[in-house]
Protein backbone atom coordinates (compact mmCIF):
# COMPACT_ATOMS: atom_id res chain seq x y z
CA UNK A 1 0.00 0.00 0.00
CA UNK A 2 1.09 3.41 -0.63
CA UNK A 3 2.04 5.77 2.23
CA UNK A 4 4.19 7.54 3.94
CA UNK A 5 6.45 6.25 7.41
CA UNK A 6 7.78 7.66 9.30
CA UNK A 7 10.66 6.17 12.26
CA UNK A 8 11.66 5.98 14.70
CA UNK A 9 7.63 6.11 16.75
CA UNK A 10 9.33 7.11 20.00
CA UNK A 11 13.14 8.97 20.03
CA UNK A 12 14.93 9.98 23.20
CA UNK A 13 18.05 12.35 22.89
CA UNK A 14 20.24 13.65 25.35
CA UNK A 15 21.21 17.18 25.93
CA UNK A 16 23.53 18.44 23.02
CA UNK A 17 22.99 15.30 20.68
CA UNK A 18 21.79 15.62 17.43
CA UNK A 19 18.97 13.05 15.88
CA UNK A 20 17.71 12.59 12.73
CA UNK A 21 14.24 11.82 12.00
CA UNK A 22 13.39 9.51 9.00
CA UNK A 23 10.56 9.99 6.65
CA UNK A 24 10.11 8.19 3.29
CA UNK A 25 7.04 7.85 0.88
CA UNK A 26 5.81 5.72 -1.95
CA UNK A 27 2.98 7.96 -3.30
CA UNK A 28 5.45 9.21 -5.87
CA UNK A 29 4.72 12.57 -4.36
CA UNK A 30 7.07 15.62 -5.17
CA UNK A 31 6.26 17.52 -2.09
CA UNK A 32 7.58 16.78 1.18
CA UNK A 33 7.05 18.56 4.20
CA UNK A 34 8.04 18.46 8.49
CA UNK A 35 5.47 19.72 11.02
CA UNK A 36 5.82 20.21 14.81
CA UNK A 37 2.77 19.86 17.28
CA UNK A 38 2.90 20.88 20.59
CA UNK A 39 -0.02 20.74 22.89
CA UNK A 40 -2.68 22.39 22.49
CA UNK A 41 -1.43 23.92 19.27
CA UNK A 42 -2.17 23.80 15.67
CA UNK A 43 0.57 22.17 13.27
CA UNK A 44 3.52 24.44 12.71
CA UNK A 45 5.78 23.99 9.39
CA UNK A 46 9.64 23.52 9.84
CA UNK A 47 10.75 22.91 6.41
CA UNK A 48 9.42 21.78 3.06
CA UNK A 49 10.76 20.81 -0.38
CA UNK A 50 9.10 20.98 -3.56
CA UNK A 51 11.47 19.02 -5.77
CA UNK A 52 14.24 16.68 -5.14
CA UNK A 53 17.80 18.78 -3.93
CA UNK A 54 15.41 21.80 -3.01
CA UNK A 55 14.08 22.71 0.26
CA UNK A 56 12.88 25.96 2.13
CA UNK A 57 12.28 27.55 5.62
CA UNK A 58 9.36 27.09 6.94
CA UNK A 59 7.86 28.87 10.10
CA UNK A 60 10.08 27.49 12.44
CA UNK A 61 13.48 26.39 11.05
CA UNK A 62 15.69 27.36 13.77
CA UNK A 63 17.58 24.39 15.20
CA UNK A 64 16.71 22.14 12.38
CA UNK A 65 17.99 20.92 8.98
CA UNK A 66 17.00 18.70 6.26
CA UNK A 67 18.22 16.98 2.82
CA UNK A 68 16.21 15.97 -0.30
CA UNK A 69 18.40 13.61 -2.02
CA UNK A 70 16.11 11.19 -2.98
CA UNK A 71 12.21 11.83 -4.07
CA UNK A 72 11.29 9.07 -1.65
CA UNK A 73 13.28 10.66 1.23
CA UNK A 74 12.87 13.97 3.65
CA UNK A 75 15.32 13.34 6.94
CA UNK A 76 15.00 16.09 9.76
CA UNK A 77 17.84 16.61 11.85
CA UNK A 78 17.03 18.18 15.56
CA UNK A 79 20.34 19.47 16.33
CA UNK A 80 21.56 20.70 19.33
CA UNK A 81 20.77 23.91 18.29
CA UNK A 82 17.01 23.33 19.36
CA UNK A 83 16.46 24.52 22.86
CA UNK A 84 13.30 22.93 23.26
CA UNK A 85 12.87 20.12 21.01
CA UNK A 86 10.44 17.92 22.90
CA UNK A 87 7.31 17.63 20.42
CA UNK A 88 5.49 15.64 17.97
CA UNK A 89 6.78 15.74 14.91
CA UNK A 90 4.77 14.63 11.60
CA UNK A 91 5.55 14.27 7.77
CA UNK A 92 3.37 14.91 5.30
CA UNK A 93 3.21 14.98 1.63
CA UNK A 94 1.08 16.10 -1.59
CA UNK A 95 1.58 15.40 -5.50
CA UNK A 96 2.95 19.19 -5.57
CA UNK A 97 2.81 22.08 -3.37
CA UNK A 98 1.30 24.74 -6.68
CA UNK A 99 -2.08 23.41 -6.49
CA UNK A 100 -5.05 22.74 -4.06
CA UNK A 101 -4.57 19.08 -2.74
CA UNK A 102 -4.39 17.56 0.62
CA UNK A 103 -1.86 16.53 2.33
CA UNK A 104 -0.90 12.87 3.57
CA UNK A 105 0.51 12.33 6.93
CA UNK A 106 2.90 9.82 8.45
CA UNK A 107 2.09 8.57 11.87
CA UNK A 108 4.55 10.91 13.58
CA UNK A 109 7.46 10.77 15.93
CA UNK A 110 7.61 12.07 19.59
CA UNK A 111 10.64 13.17 20.66
CA UNK A 112 11.76 13.44 23.89
CA UNK A 113 14.80 14.96 25.80
CA UNK A 114 16.30 12.72 28.72
CA UNK B 1 -2.26 36.59 15.54
CA UNK B 2 -3.75 33.16 14.77
CA UNK B 3 -5.60 33.49 10.91
CA UNK B 4 -8.10 29.87 11.47
CA UNK B 5 -9.33 29.90 14.90
CA UNK B 6 -11.18 27.08 15.83
CA UNK B 7 -12.89 28.61 18.78
CA UNK B 8 -14.56 25.42 20.29
CA UNK B 9 -11.46 23.15 21.76
CA UNK B 10 -14.11 20.13 22.91
CA UNK B 11 -17.74 18.82 21.69
CA UNK B 12 -19.51 16.40 23.06
CA UNK B 13 -22.15 14.55 20.72
CA UNK B 14 -24.47 11.76 21.48
CA UNK B 15 -24.41 8.74 19.04
CA UNK B 16 -26.43 8.95 16.03
CA UNK B 17 -27.01 13.03 16.12
CA UNK B 18 -25.52 15.43 14.53
CA UNK B 19 -21.54 16.91 15.16
CA UNK B 20 -21.24 20.63 14.34
CA UNK B 21 -17.54 21.46 13.64
CA UNK B 22 -16.99 25.31 13.34
CA UNK B 23 -13.62 27.49 12.04
CA UNK B 24 -13.19 30.89 11.48
CA UNK B 25 -10.47 32.62 9.20
CA UNK B 26 -9.40 36.05 8.85
CA UNK B 27 -7.52 36.40 5.50
CA UNK B 28 -9.57 37.10 2.87
CA UNK B 29 -6.64 35.31 0.30
CA UNK B 30 -7.77 32.02 1.69
CA UNK B 31 -9.26 30.16 -1.25
CA UNK B 32 -9.03 26.56 -0.41
CA UNK B 33 -10.11 24.45 3.05
CA UNK B 34 -9.60 21.69 4.03
CA UNK B 35 -10.56 19.01 7.59
CA UNK B 36 -8.15 16.39 8.79
CA UNK B 37 -9.19 13.68 11.33
CA UNK B 38 -6.65 13.02 14.10
CA UNK B 39 -6.44 9.91 16.59
CA UNK B 40 -3.73 10.19 19.18
CA UNK B 41 -0.54 9.22 18.01
CA UNK B 42 -1.49 8.97 14.83
CA UNK B 43 -0.76 11.84 11.73
CA UNK B 44 -4.18 13.71 10.45
CA UNK B 45 -5.79 11.97 7.88
CA UNK B 46 -7.47 13.88 5.31
CA UNK B 47 -11.66 14.15 5.29
CA UNK B 48 -13.03 16.85 3.40
CA UNK B 49 -12.14 19.89 1.36
CA UNK B 50 -13.68 22.80 -0.53
CA UNK B 51 -12.80 25.86 -3.01
CA UNK B 52 -13.66 29.09 -2.53
CA UNK B 53 -16.10 28.85 -5.34
CA UNK B 54 -18.43 26.53 -3.79
CA UNK B 55 -20.29 26.98 -0.45
CA UNK B 56 -21.03 23.54 0.47
CA UNK B 57 -19.30 20.03 -0.17
CA UNK B 58 -20.70 16.73 0.27
CA UNK B 59 -18.88 12.95 1.39
CA UNK B 60 -21.21 10.31 2.87
CA UNK B 61 -21.61 11.62 6.66
CA UNK B 62 -19.48 14.44 6.10
CA UNK B 63 -20.17 17.85 4.84
CA UNK B 64 -18.58 21.03 4.77
CA UNK B 65 -20.31 24.35 4.61
CA UNK B 66 -18.18 27.87 3.62
CA UNK B 67 -19.14 31.22 4.17
CA UNK B 68 -17.40 33.63 2.55
CA UNK B 69 -19.20 36.87 3.71
CA UNK B 70 -18.73 35.68 7.32
CA UNK B 71 -14.99 33.90 6.90
CA UNK B 72 -16.83 31.07 8.31
CA UNK B 73 -16.31 27.17 7.36
CA UNK B 74 -18.28 24.44 9.65
CA UNK B 75 -17.79 20.46 8.97
CA UNK B 76 -20.99 18.64 9.77
CA UNK B 77 -21.03 15.15 11.08
CA UNK B 78 -24.49 13.21 10.53
CA UNK B 79 -25.37 10.32 12.13
CA UNK B 80 -22.27 10.68 14.69
CA UNK B 81 -20.28 6.97 15.42
CA UNK B 82 -18.18 6.61 18.32
CA UNK B 83 -15.66 6.10 15.83
CA UNK B 84 -15.70 9.79 15.09
CA UNK B 85 -13.86 10.49 18.48
CA UNK B 86 -10.92 12.43 17.28
CA UNK B 87 -9.41 15.81 16.70
CA UNK B 88 -10.29 17.39 14.28
CA UNK B 89 -8.19 20.06 12.28
CA UNK B 90 -9.11 22.80 9.83
CA UNK B 91 -6.81 24.27 7.61
CA UNK B 92 -6.62 26.54 5.07
CA UNK B 93 -4.70 27.13 2.12
CA UNK B 94 -3.67 30.43 0.01
CA UNK B 95 -1.05 31.28 -2.62
CA UNK B 96 1.74 32.69 -1.66
CA UNK B 97 4.17 33.61 -4.55
CA UNK B 98 4.98 30.13 -6.58
CA UNK B 99 3.70 28.15 -3.62
CA UNK B 100 0.65 27.67 -1.53
CA UNK B 101 1.19 28.29 2.13
CA UNK B 102 -1.15 25.56 4.15
CA UNK B 103 -2.34 27.27 8.02
CA UNK B 104 -3.48 25.31 10.41
CA UNK B 105 -6.29 25.77 13.38
CA UNK B 106 -5.52 24.46 16.92
CA UNK B 107 -7.87 21.62 17.04
CA UNK B 108 -11.44 20.83 18.48
CA UNK B 109 -11.98 17.34 20.50
CA UNK B 110 -14.55 15.42 19.60
CA UNK B 111 -16.01 13.08 21.34
CA UNK B 112 -19.46 10.98 20.09
CA UNK B 113 -20.89 9.19 23.44
CA UNK B 114 -22.44 5.51 22.85
Known amino acids: DGGITQSPKYLFRKEGQNVTLSCEQN?????MYWYRQDPGQGLRLIYY???????QKGDIAEGYSVSREKKESFPLTVTSAQKNPTAFYLC?????????????FGDGTRLSIL | DQQVKQNSPSLSVQEGRISILNCDYT??????FLWYKKYPAEGPTFLIS???IKDKNEDGRFTVFLNKSAKHLSLHIVPSQPGDSAVYFC?????????????WGLGTSLAVNP
Open chain 1, 92 to 104: ASSRDRGHNQPQH
Open chain 1, 49 to 55: SQIVNDF
Open chain 2, 91 to 103: AASAQAGNNRKLI
Open chain 2, 50 to 52: ISS
Open chain 1, 27 to 31: LNHDA
Open chain 2, 27 to 32: NSMFDY
